[in-house]
């Protein structure tokens, strides 16, 4: 191998309040910190870590910031859920410039292995989720039918039973609301929406996991190609 082909990423330069930060949530990950635990305090894990109290109060601002802890008068404890999935993962990507294309790409990847799931999964209270949700498109009120088609699509995800995949998809769909406005307003796209949304839930309903999952992936590619219409069109005026 030349030296030219050596090319090592740049190490970063880890502090002590990150060594901190790394070890609370490979402790939160192999269960030795259960949701809902009281942490101890400042002085004690300032002990515990063998660091300064400094490093410690830097590493809860960290944790916090990742809205991992919920503090109150008896003290601090692990949040019983995150105020918003993977939220680490979504601030990674606002700081990185995702782009509304990689979003959709991560759909496609996505959204047809999860309906297949759902087909495969679902339970009776999942349907009535689902239809829940597909009746509350039927409105002439645009913002209620993005959030009903939004709220449809995360009742899909939930289906699928995997928690994995529910919270990476939860992050997409937070991140891909703006947009939704946007090509919603497409000429007939919302008629043509509904209709494709009400075949994914006959599919589902029906634990056809092979019709479920290409018609997911039909009615994602199909607001793929509206969308790069319309870029089109409104880059050649």
């Not at 002590?16 to 949701?35: S, T, W, Y």
């Amino acid at each position: 191998m030349s030296t030219g082909d050596f090319k090592p990423l740049p190490i970063k330069k880890v502090t002590i309040a990150d060594e901190v930060v790394n070890q609370v949530k490979q402790m939160i990950i192999n269960g030795h910190l259960k949701p809902g635990s009281r942490l101890p305090s400042e002085h004690e894990l300032a002990e515990m870590f063998s660091v300064g109290r400094t490093s410690i109060r830097e590493a809860l601002k960290a944790l916090d910031a990742l809205g991992l802890l919920e503090k109150t008068q008896q003290g601090t404890y692990l949040r019983e859920s995150v105020d918003f999935p993977l939220k680490e993962l979504y601030l990674k990507l606002i700081i990185r410039k995702h782009t509304i294309d990689q979003l959709y790409e991560a759909r496609m990847l996505l959204e047809g292995m999860i309906a297949q799931l759902a087909a495969e999964r679902a339970t009776d209270e999942d349907i009535v989720s689902m239809k829940k949700y597909l009746d509350r498109m039927y409105t002439e009120d645009l913002e209620q039918y993005i959030q009903a088609d939004i709220s449809f699509h995360v009742a899909i995800a939930e289906a699928a039973n995997n928690y994995v995949v529910f919270e990476i998809y939860q992050v997409i769909w937070e991140l891909l609301t703006e947009s939704q406005t946007e090509i919603v307003r497409l000429d007939g796209l919302i008629d043509r929406s509904r209709e494709q949304h009400k075949a994914i839930f006959e599919a589902i309903r029906n634990h056809d996991c092979r019709e479920s999952r290409r018609l997911m992936d039909e009615h994602v590619n199909y607001l793929v190609d509206r969308r790069q219409h319309m870029i089109d069109s409104s880059e050649k005026h």
